[in-house]
Structures are given as structure tokens and as C-alpha cells.
């Protein structure tokens, strides 16, 4: 069984102040790590995800994430955000042999005040 | 571009009756389709995952006795919420999954259900 965790249920920033949204997981095998951005009162958009290689993956937006193996997170960032990336973050994880599979996390609430 | 459309997207039903919804996909062939369930202020529970030319599988706590999904073919899955109450409330999400790409979903805007 695969779990997710997003610590962190409300983040709060200024516009052009970076963040860093944090992801930690648990799962026994290989899986697929990514990122979901969901809009009031919308679905959910891609962001990024990871597999392996470059444990720093780039998406949409200015958008980036790093894995850590030795943490079992998967924490998303932005260096300078905007207020239009005011929404809810949902990581997600799949396993390997089963991607269509997705587990989500809570979800993180990010504000950009202006 | 692979894009994912899901109708009706809001809509109201009495307490015990059913309502089904619909999701298509266009773009790409949709091998695999997942439906997902986002109660108020949670987030998204796999309902079930539906492969073409496979069974259906459903997770824990969702039957096909009470959530019948319909994947005739590549572009088309269907799921009917029947006899529905207030618990079932929510926004339904598809999630398709391109052949040769399984480990990508493009979601569609999902269908917002009302329990009156």
C-alpha cells in the first residue's frame, strides 16, 4: 500500500517570494512520483513527474521538484511565484507496474498575496 | 493535443436516484481510464480503473454495484452513480492514460455532483 503525505495543509507567500510545497511518501517498489495543480472549482492540471534520472525534475511554469530517495520525498518549488499560482497542490504517487493507479496526497493550499 | 472532456459538468439529483456521467477522450487512445471521487474538502479517492479488454477493478470502500463503469472503446468510459445520498456528493474526476504512456493521466474538468 502506497501512502502520501503533504505536511503542510495552508502555505502563505507574497508575490515573487519562492516556496517549496512538501511531499513525503511510502511504498515497498518502484513508482512514479507527480505533482497536480487543481484550481477553485476546476480539475487537475500536470505539473511535473519523476521516474528516474535527474533527481530534479522541471515542469510547467517555473514549476520544479526534487526526489530524494533517502528522505522518501518528492517536495515541489518555485522560486519566484505569481499570484495567479494561488491554488490547491495535490502530489500523487503510482506504482511502477500499476500507473493508472494514482494515490494522492491532501493536498497544500498556497496563497500568493500580492 | 490530448485532451480529456467529461459531461455534464455539474448536475443535481434527488437523494436515491442515479446519475451517470461521461468522459471522452480526444487526442490520443485512452488504453486506460480511472475514475476518482473528491468529497468536500478531501482529496481525490481512486474509485476504479478500467482497462480496455481487461476487468474492471475497484478499490476498497466502491463497488460496481453501486458505481457500473462502461469503457466500450478508446475514447469513451461512462460511470453511473446509482441510488445516490449526500455522501456521494462530490467532484468526479476521469483520468486517461494513452497507450504506450501509461505513466501519464490527462484529467478532464471532472463532474460536479449535487445530493438534494
Known amino acids: 500500500t502506497q501512502t502520501v503525505s503533504q505536511s503542510d495543509a495552508h502555505v502563505t507567500v507574497f508575490e515573487g517570494d519562492s516556496v517549496e510545497l512538501r511531499c513525503n511518501y511510502s511504498?515497498?517498489?518502484?513508482?512514479?512520483l507527480s505533482w497536480y495543480i487543481q484550481h477553485h472549482g476546476h480539475g487537475l492540471q500536470f505539473l511535473l513527474k519523476?521516474?528516474?534520472?535527474?533527481?530534479v525534475v522541471q515542469g510547467v511554469n517555473g514549476f520544479e521538484a526534487e526526489f530524494s530517495k533517502s528522505d522518501s520525498s518528492f517536495h515541489l518549488r518555485k522560486a519566484s511565484v505569481h499570484w495567479s499560482d494561488s491554488a490547491v497542490y495535490f502530489c500523487?504517487?503510482?506504482?511502477?507496474?500499476?500507473?493508472?493507479?494514482?494515490?494522492f496526497g491532501d493536498g497544500t493550499v498556497l496563497t500568493v498575496k500580492p | 493535443g490530448a485532451l480529456v472532456y467529461q459531461y455534464p459538468r455539474r448536475t443535481i439529483c434527488k437523494s436515491g436516484t442515479s446519475m451517470r456521467m461521461e468522459c471522452q477522450a480526444v487526442?490520443?487512445?485512452?488504453?486506460?481510464v480511472a475514475w476518482y471521487r473528491q468529497s468536500p474538502q478531501k482529496t481525490f479517492e481512486l474509485i476504479a480503473l478500467s482497462t480496455v479488454n481487461s476487468a474492471i477493478k475497484y478499490e476498497q470502500n466502491f463497488t460496481q454495484e453501486k458505481f457500473p463503469i462502461s469503457h466500450p472503446n478508446l475514447s469513451f468510459s461512462s460511470m453511473t452513480v446509482l441510488n445516490a445520498y449526500l455522501e456521494d456528493r462530490g467532484l468526479y474526476l476521469c483520468?486517461?492514460?494513452?497507450?504506450?504512456?501509461?505513466?501519464?493521466?490527462?484529467f478532464g474538468p471532472g463532474t460536479r455532483l449535487l445530493v438534494l
Open positions: 500523487a504517487v503510482s506504482p511502477f507496474t500499476n500507473t493508472g493507479k494514482l494515490t
Open positions: 487526442g490520443f487512445q485512452a488504453t486506460s
Open positions: 519523476y521516474y528516474s534520472g535527474n533527481p
Open positions: 511504498y515497498g517498489g518502484s513508482i512514479y
Open positions: 483520468g486517461a492514460s494513452p497507450w504506450g504512456n501509461q505513466d501519464t493521466q490527462y
